[in-house]
């Protein structure tokens, strides 16, 4: 997409109809609390389910639901912060992306691009199912946060969507897998995929330094070798990034409290592998291999 259009996106309230919705970047902050829920790091892996407490499990629940919401809320800012200063620069990775448009050649004129895009999104991940209405419970299904998902993208954040549909058509089975949590021992409490999905992009935003108008930091420059040779790089690494975060997941038998330990680990993860010396394409990187077409 070029910079006007994404620009567009962010300053026009397309998403429920209002029209004059602004980002406020006069305060970019760094991501620096759980995005899913507090963690230790001294306490890391301690949380586990005991089904001695049961009588407790239903107040903790309500808690942790309250305390999501005012977390997710506050990464919504963030990211819409975020967005605001990749746009004013030419040289990011963003602005090669294409506007989306409706497989349905035929779309009622209210649809925003993000709309749109989330039908699309429900074709890709449900093809059997019927496009249920844009606001609905069913949308929770996919992880989304209420029943009306585009409020998880007011201000910003349509990029991480893109990123969702290009998953989904390009590695339709490994985002099987990750939508439906059919591989290895689940938590009690599971990670929502599609809030996941916007975490995943905004980590990757953050470590190849996509909000400056030329990356500086190491990961961010050899990023940009991989981006000349695949215009898709940015694409392919967001997928191998969700697919390394839910096998760290699964290994380290995370719960739902220690979601931001298992996205850094993942980003570290990836920070080794970026550097290697024999890497010269999103698919050399040895977490490549996790990924099933």
């Known amino acids: ?60 629940m309500k808690k942790e639901q309250l305390h999501w919401s005012f977390l997710f809320s506050n990464l919504i800012t963030q990211w819409a912060q975020w967005l605001a200063s990749i746009i004013v620069s030419s040289g990011s990775i963003f602005g090669r992306l294409s506007p989306f448009s409706s497989e349905n050649q035929i779309n009622p004129v209210y649809l925003s691009p993000l709309q749109d895009a989330l039908r699309q999104l429900w074709r890709l991940a449900y093809p059997a199912r019927e496009i249920p209405p844009l606001k609905s419970e069913l949308w929770k299904e996919m992880g989304w946060q209420g029943n009306d998902p585009s409020t998880d993208f007011r201000g910003g954040g349509l990029i991480s969507l893109e990123n969702l549909i290009f998953f989904a058509r390009n590695y339709p089975n490994s985002f099987q897998m990750l939508l439906n949590k059919v591989q290895g021992q689940r938590s009690d409490w599971e990670y929502p995929f599609a809030v996941a999905g916007i975490n995943v992009s905004f980590m990757l935003v953050q470590m190849l330094d996509l909000k400056s108008s030329v990356p500086s930091s190491k990961y961010g420059i050899r990023f940009l070798e991989l981006l000349g040779r695949d215009e898709n790089a940015f694409d392919h690494l967001y997928c191998v990034a969700f697919r390394l975060l839910d096998a760290q997941w699964l290994v380290k038998r995370a719960s739902y409290m220690e979601f931001n330990e298992v996205l850094k680990s993942t980003r570290t993860q990836l920070e080794r592998e970026l550097v ?9 990187l040895p977490s490549y291999t996790m990924l099933d077409e």
């Open 276 to 284: 290697l010396d024999d890497v010269l394409e999103v698919k050399d």
């Open 1 to 60: 997409m070029s910079t006007t259009n994404l620009r567009r996106r962010l300053h026009h309230g397309d998403v429920d109809g209002r029209k004059n919705e602004h980002v406020d970047i006069s305060s970019a902050d760094s991501l620096n609390e759980p995005l899913l829920g507090k963690s230790n790091d001294d306490n890391f892996g301690s949380e586990v389910y005991d089904p001695r407490k049961q009588d407790l499990w239903d107040d903790d």
